[in-house]
């Protein structure tokens, strides 16, 4: 867990030099809130311990009583690091990996578990929530943080309590709610690369049983990279988001709350960068194939190109909530009712060049709404705490996966594959009958037209679920909890991958034709060809070539139950001792990219033993777990080198098990006034169990697979971050507080099939499993009323960059890799006002 630091700088060494010896760990589970008023008095409220309380067992609880392994990040924490969604926290929440290259298709790593593929077909392993509703991948699972209170990463699986799609955990976002108070405030942000950030909120009491609150984000930049042939910016930001909320206390004993939100993306495409050196002036230079990894560029330090030309990063996001409370004697009753609808689009280079010859777009267009109702009973005797409800989710979404290339790249992969000799002296296709045009000097140009293919998928998918959890009290010591969740799911999935779309081409193919030109197609290949096979060829698909001019129709039907037990023992008021038996499930799916694949459940069962400990005189807090799972079926696309036309690589379904053993260990210490210091870190050896891998094809044209059972899985096995705050009162009249915030991600861990999946280095001039760092640092005054406020920030203090992937779609039959990067060093200002 992040702790909020008031730090001085000088105390960041000794907490670094204690934090190596640790490992990794915040033990954390469903929403966080804030409860000063219930802490215990120490020396001074500067050094006192913040008590937190969760709902992560659908109550509320103190922290330190949930047998949950838990990271809580608080508003605070945000706005320390100027964190403006999820993917900031990356190396602050050790075992949480938020990768947002994709910043509409986000993928989620949490102790290791990832669910690698970008479809509609199929759902994420973590779970996201927002306030309580689940968030597709397409829809709002990585969204601007807006009036937030708090973030609440639950590790392990949380089957029971949160259902389906959470078998390695949960992140649940938990936002603001009206208050009986009047309160409003606005911030705004201005840094390098042109940032300007503004967000604000206001809330009104309309009368003493109604309140509304409305908050706003704008989130704009100019980007960090630069376009080398057009100038146009990347890796920048434009997002704007907008929360309204109402709140009525129709009686004593219930109230309504009505919520809307809204969330709108549009950026450039994501940044793919080209590792291949090619000549800036000769955009018809083929790249060299097959590559030569020790040619590559450093792609920290290369040349940036965009060949796409619509792209972009596009999300329109809306969703409405209903929730109604009521009190009864016996207990209560909760309902929640929620619509969401969403438009999302990103269409990118697949090269990272900007050479004709090597043109190739990608990208995935799609819209969606959901709907989801649950009940959900709560109450309470001496004897147990029990919660018992029902739900029911429904979703209906299509997608449009898109290949563009032109009939020079055509010409490229012929010549690659080494097909194009099958039909033409010089290898290419394009290329050598149009030498033969201009030659004889006809009005006719078959090179530089366009060709697309496209696969459409459409997608029904429902889930019904029972659950039920009881926390029994044995005795003032022991408690005993017992759940159970029973879920059907339901998806039909559809694709159908239509012809080709090359309407300039065959406009000139039927006007040859008309000409009577294609007769000497014979001819001129030596009667490897005719003119009829020749048109025939060039019709037919090529990237997506299964099932073309079919409805391909997929249903899946998966039961599953999973349960909970948990035993807990009090050695004091303070110390908490627990062991835990959890079973965590995700939904089947289907590769939206290849008709027919299918993906098999997930499921996976976690044995975990921890400790969580205050020791109020001492201003300290320490939290361990230590656990082992095993998990099967693991869902994951995996690139290799197609068995259709010129062997333009295709994702083909790969499952796998896992198991892992790891620790958790978290640390918060207040040592004296003012000063504030944490720890938080993690250990796990994650390793396959049984697992085949397809790496790609042989010469007999058939798919080889690596046996990588035994092998690391790749997940890095140690992680922390160490923390320190410092207040200086009296400054100005306010408070100066110091914050710095150090993050360690260690190296991957390569197996047999890590360099064909992009994940580890070949030998290159660059290291793309190294270990990672980063510092944040924060200097922040606040005046004495809290009206007013100042900051200054730097992230990434000391510029680290790092290649975190490589895109490797292209490689096999273009020769043209490309890399991931993270930003650079950032800083700014805030400006904050409250009224």
């Known amino acids: 867990m992040l702790i909020r630091k008031r730090g001085l700088a000088s105390a960041v060494a000794c907490v670094l030099f204690a934090g190596a010896a640790l490992a990794q760990d915040a033990n954390t589970a469903a929403p966080a809130q804030s409860d000063s008023g219930n802490q215990k008095p120490s020396s001074s409220n500067a050094t006192r311990l913040e008590q937190i309380t969760v709902t992560a067992q659908s109550r509320t609880q103190e922290m330190q009583a949930v047998p949950i392994a838990m990271n809580i990040v608080t508003a605070k924490e945000l706005d320390t690091v100027a964190a403006t969604d999820l993917s900031h926290m990356n190396l602050f929440v050790p075992g949480l990996v938020v990768d947002n290259t994709d910043a509409t298709q986000p993928t989620y790593r949490l102790r290791g578990i990832e669910t690698d593929d970008f479809g509609i077909g199929t759902d994420s392993a973590v779970g996201v929530y927002i306030n309580g509703i689940y968030q597709t991948r397409n829809g709002g699972s990585l969204m601007a943080f807006n009036d937030v209170a708090r973030v609440e990463v639950l590790k392990g699986p949380q089957g029971t309590l949160f259902g389906r799609n959470t078998a390695a955990g949960a992140i649940s976002i938990i936002t603001n709610e009206p208050t009986d108070k009047f309160e409003g405030d606005a911030r705004v942000r201005f840094g390098d690369y042109g940032r300007r950030y503004a967000d604000a909120l206001v809330n009104i009491p309309l009368n003493k049983d109604m309140a509304l609150r409305v908050s706003v984000v704008d989130n704009q930049s100019d980007g960090w990279l630069k376009d080398a042939a057009t100038g146009q910016h990347y890796g920048k930001d434009d997002e704007w988001g907008a929360r309204v909320v109402y709140r009525w206390n129709i009686t004593p004993d219930t109230q309504v709350q009505l919520a809307y939100d809204h969330d709108r993306v549009k950026q450039p495409s994501r940044i793919d960068m080209g590792l291949i050196p090619l000549p800036a002036n000769d955009l018809y230079a083929r790249a060299p194939f097959p590559p030569d990894p020790g040619t590559y560029y450093d792609p920290r330090h290369a040349p940036f190109y965009n060949s796409a030309t619509d792209g972009r990063e596009e999300r329109n996001y809306n969703d409405a ?233 997929g249903r899946g039907r998966w039961n599953d139950t999973s349960p909970r037990l948990v035993l807990s023992y009090k050695f004091a008021p303070d110390m908490m001792a627990y062991a835990s038996l959890a079973k965590g499930y995700k939904a089947g799916g289907f590769d939206g990219t290849e008709p027919g694949a299918e993906f098999a459940p997930e499921k996976v069962w976690n044995l975990e033993t921890g400790i969580k400990a205050t020791f109020p005189e001492y201003n300290l807090l320490v939290n361990g777990s230590i656990y082992h799972y095993r998990y099967d079926n693991v869902q994951t696309l995996t690139v290799i080198p197609s068995t259709a036309g010129f062997n333009v690589p295709e994702y083909q379904v790969s499952n796998t098990n896992e198991k892992a053993t790891g620790v958790d260990l978290q640390v918060q210490w207040a040592p004296i006034d003012n000063l504030r210091l944490s720890f938080n870190g993690g250990y796990i050896d994650q390793t396959y169990t049984n697992a085949q891998v397809p790496i790609g094809l042989n010469t007999a044209n058939q798919i080889v697979y690596a046996n990588v059972s035994g092998q690391p899985v790749g997940e890095p096995k140690l992680s922390y971050s160490v923390s320190a705050a410092y207040t200086w009162h009296d400054i100005a009249n306010g408070a100066l507080t110091y914050d710095v915030i150090y993050g360690f991600r260690g190296p991957l861990r390569c197996n047999d099939a890590s360099v064909y999946q992009g994940k580890c280095s070949l030998p290159t001039n660059f290291d793309l499993n190294q270990a990672q760092h980063r510092t944040d640092m924060r200097l922040d005054w606040t005046s004495n009323s809290g009206r007013w406020g100042v900051a200054a920030y730097v992230n990434n203090l000391f510029n680290q960059r790092y290649v975190t992937g490589l895109g490797t779609v292209s490689q096999s039959v273009l020769g043209t890799p490309y890399a991931y990067i993270t930003p650079p060093r950032m800083y700014g200002v805030e400006f904050r006002v409250k009224f």
């Open 321 to 553: 909530t209903l929730t109604i409370d009521h009190n009864f004697g016996w207990g209560s009753l909760t309902s929640t009712t929620n619509w969401t609808g969403y438009d999302m689009s990103h269409v990118e280079s697949g090269t990272g060049l900007q050479q004709v010859t090597e043109y190739l777009n990608t990208g995935v267009i799609s819209s969606g709404h959901t709907w989801y109702q649950e009940f959900k009973f709560a109450g309470n005797t001496d004897l147990m705490d029990w919660i018992a409800g029902a739900s029911y989710y429904k979703e209906d979404t299509d997608q449009t996966s898109l290949a563009r290339v032109n009939t020079d790249t055509y010409d490229t992969l012929a010549l690659n594959t080494g097909v194009g000799k099958q039909y033409t002296p010089t290898g290419t296709i394009f290329g050598y009958f149009n030498s033969v045009l201009q030659a004889l000097n006809l009005p006719y140009n078959l090179l530089g037209d366009k060709w697309t293919e496209t696969i459409y998928n459409t997608g029904h998918y429902s889930a019904g679920a029972l659950y039920g959890d009881v926390i029994w009290h044995l005795n003032d010591q022991w408690d005993l909890t017992t759940g159970l969740r029973f879920t059907h799911d339901q998806k039909d999935f559809t694709w159908y991958t239509p012809t080709r779309s090359a309407p300039e081409l065959d406009a000139t193919l039927a006007q040859m034709q008309a000409a009577g030109l294609l007769n000497l197609v014979s001819l001129l290949t030596g009667g490897k060809v005719t003119g009829q096979q020749l048109v025939a060829l060039l019709q037919q698909n090529q990237i997506f070539a299964t099932a073309v001019n079919q409805t391909v129709d």
